[in-house]
Antibody, heavy 114, light 106 residues
């Protein structure tokens, strides 16, 4: 069955770089895209970006200068890297299968704090 | 960027009551998609391509709309429908979500 699972550090220092991994199963990364979506505590969802089956990417323009999404198809993993983290980047980070957002991971809570 | 404005922000409905949530887009979109999220869980796909129910969604739910105005309707509110509902447009980048409508049981 289709599954996505996010992993990464729960705590990141301000100004440092966040690295998250989305490990998928039940589908091929060369056939489906993977989106990253985040949700600050008590707030709404924000689309961050996507990597498509052909390896192309698209980013939220508000985050584009800090954000990179890549993948390792052999390991069925998608990576998110975002630099210059600030406290307002504290959020639950989700990965979701594209194009339809039909399957989501459980999310990983990331807190930006010194 | 296409801004999605949901209304109401919060509402409470009694069992059996009809509920309508609207999502207005700042520019025309081809389709609207809806997600249900309950506290502490991931969003679930609920309605896609404006009016198609995702797997397992009760048929008391329906979606409609076109252009810049879309809606999600519950024909008869049930306790399990209490949740936050988000609309999503993926007609153009950046994809954008509405701010959500929190639906509570009265």
């Amino acid at each position: 069955q289709v599954q996505l699972r996010e992993s990464g550090p729960g705590l990141v220092q301000p100004s440092e770089t966040l690295s998250l991994t989305c490990t998928v199963s039940g589908f091929s990364l060369t056939s489906y895209g993977v989106n990253w979506v985040r949700q600050p505590p008590g707030k709404c969802l924000e689309w961050m970006g996507v990597i498509w089956g052909d390896g192309s990417t698209a980013y939220n323009s508000l985050l584009k200068s800090r954000l990179s999404i890549s993948r390792d198809t052999s390991k069925s993993q998608v990576f998110l890297k975002m630099n210059s983290l600030q406290t307002e980047d504290t959020a639950i980070y989700f990965c979701a299968r594209g194009p339809h957002f039909d399957y989501w991971g459980q999310g990983v809570m990331v807190t930006v704090s010194s | 960027e296409i801004v999605l404005t949901q209304s109401p922000t919060t509402m409470a409905a009694s069992p059996g009551e009809k509920v309508t949530i609207t999502c207005r887009a700042s520019s025309s979109v081809s389709y609207m998609h809806w997600f249900q999220q309950k506290s502490g869980t991931s969003p679930k796909p609920w309605i896609y391509d404006t009016s198609k129910l995702a797997s397992g969604v009760p048929d008391r739910f329906s979606g409609s709309g076109s252009g810049t105005s879309y809606s999600l309707t519950i024909s008869s509110m049930e306790a399990e429908d209490a949740a936050t509902y988000y609309c999503l447009q993926r007609s153009s980048y950046p994809y954008t979500f509405g701010a959500g409508t929190k639906l509570e049981l009265k």
